[in-house]
Structures are given as structure tokens and as C-alpha cells.
């Protein structure tokens, strides 16, 4: 039973509008959400992160929204460049230092 | 610090051989995760390890994997006898705490 879900594989976004991805999660205990980035033939890196007392963190042209009563959260990148086009992993955690648990990942292009 | 490594980058070998993945992690790091990527599952946590010590192996999917840390600086995953379902690029990680750290993977495929 998947408890992070991604249900889109691949979003294709004009360069500079915005990417929103999206991702669902089941385990109300989940109190750290982190996104990776993957570019072909390298490790996921990561890229923001949101602890579950908060329900936006910014970074440049990042941000991700928590909201848990929804169980979901969400990626923006404003604007969207070429050299985002990367699978973006969504991953959650709980109780600090347990493994995290991913989503399958959405394969994000953007089109210039 | 260099980051996760991994050896080998790609390794390519015959169904039946014994296949022996690398990891070295982030020097101070005491927590080692073990990854496999596929497309139909995403990214598998397979075993991860505490302060060398195997915590929870629950995603290893069946007794031809094994996985050791004989010391806090290296770890290895062993496939015996390899499959071609075994296909598919492995990660290793590291971390201190929340964020995980990510080595490059090793691409094996298994003919």
C-alpha cells in the first residue's frame, strides 16, 4: 500500500509559467516532507524540504505547500527554465531518522 | 566531502552470477540506506542500517539479497544468484538526520 502517492508521471510546462506537482499522502503520522530532484544518471538531490507545523516554505523559485488536512502537498516552481526538467520525488517521514518513504516521482519537461 | 560513492557505476553481468554492489557513505553519517529504482515501483527502500547495524531489511525482496556494514565508512549489496527481474538502478544513502544523502547509483542489468 503506497502511503506517498504521485498520480501524475509527467507534467510538460511552457518555460517561465509555473510547474505545480502534486503529491498525496495517507499516514497522518508523517511530520517532515522533503522533495528530491533526479536528473538522468545521477542521485536524487535534494531540493526543499516543509515540517508539518508549517504550511509554506519558500526557496528562490521553489516553494512547497503543506496542507494536512488534505494530506497534500505541493510543489511551485515559478518560472519554470529548461534545466528543471528533472524527475522530482516526493518523500515523507516521521519521528525523525526513519527512512523515508518516496513517491513514484513525476518526470517534469520544460519546453522552451 | 565527496558525497555518497558508489561502485560500480554500471555493471552488466550474466543471470546466475553473484553481483556485489559498493557504498561508501558521507564521512560522520550514521545512518546507510539501500534504494532501488524501477519504473513500476519507483524508488524501493530495500534495508537501511544504524550506526552499522542492520535496522530494518522488510523491503529485500528475497534471500539471493544480502547486504552488510562492516564499518561505519562502507557497506556492500550482494545479489546471489542474479536474475534479469533484478534489473534496475540501486542508490545508496547516507544521512545525520531528515535530508538524505544520494549517491550517483549503479545501473545493473542482468542478461
Known amino acids: 500500500d503506497q502511503q506517498v502517492k504521485q498520480n501524475s508521471p509527467s507534467l510538460s510546462v511552457q518555460e517561465g509559467r509555473i510547474s505545480i506537482l502534486n503529491c498525496d499522502y495517507t499516514n497522518s503520522m508523517f511530520d517532515y516532507f522533503l522533495w528530491y530532484k533526479k536528473y538522468p544518471a545521477e542521485g536524487p538531490t535534494f531540493l526543499i524540504s516543509?515540517?508539518?507545523?508549517?504550511d509554506k516554505n519558500e526557496d528562490g523559485r521553489f516553494t512547497v505547500f503543506l496542507n494536512k488536512s488534505a494530506k497534500h502537498l505541493s510543489l511551485h516552481i515559478v518560472p519554470s527554465q529548461p534545466g528543471d526538467s528533472a524527475v522530482y520525488f516526493c518523500?515523507?517521514?516521521?519521528?525523525?531518522?526513519?527512512?523515508?518513504?518516496f513517491g513514484k516521482g513525476t518526470r517534469l519537461s520544460v519546453i522552451a | 566531502d565527496a558525497g555518497v560513492i558508489q561502485s560500480p557505476r554500471h555493471e552488466v553481468t550474466e543471470m546466475g552470477q553473484e553481483v556485489t554492489l559498493r557504498c561508501k557513505p558521507i564521512s560522520g553519517h550514521d545512518y546507510l540506506f539501500w534504494y532501488r529504482q524501477t519504473m513500476m515501483r519507483g524508488l524501493e527502500l530495500l534495508i537501511y542500517?544504524?550506526?552499522?547495524?542492520?535496522?530494518?531489511d522488510s523491503g529485500m525482496p528475497e534471500d539471493r539479497f544480502s547486504a552488510k556494514m562492516p564499518n561505519a565508512s562502507f557497506s556492500t549489496l550482494k545479489i546471489q544468484p542474479s536474475e534479469p527481474r533484478d534489473s534496475a538502478v540501486y542508490f545508496c544513502?547516507?544521512?545525520?538526520?531528515?535530508?538524505?544523502?544520494f549517491g550517483p547509483g549503479t545501473r545493473l542489468t542482468v542478461l
Open positions: 516543509i515540517s508539518s507545523i508549517k
Open positions: 542500517f544504524n550506526n552499522n547495524v542492520p535496522i530494518d
Open positions: 518523500a515523507a517521514d516521521y519521528s525523525g531518522n526513519t527512512p523515508l518513504v
Open positions: 544513502a547516507s544521512t545525520l538526520a531528515g535530508e538524505q544523502f
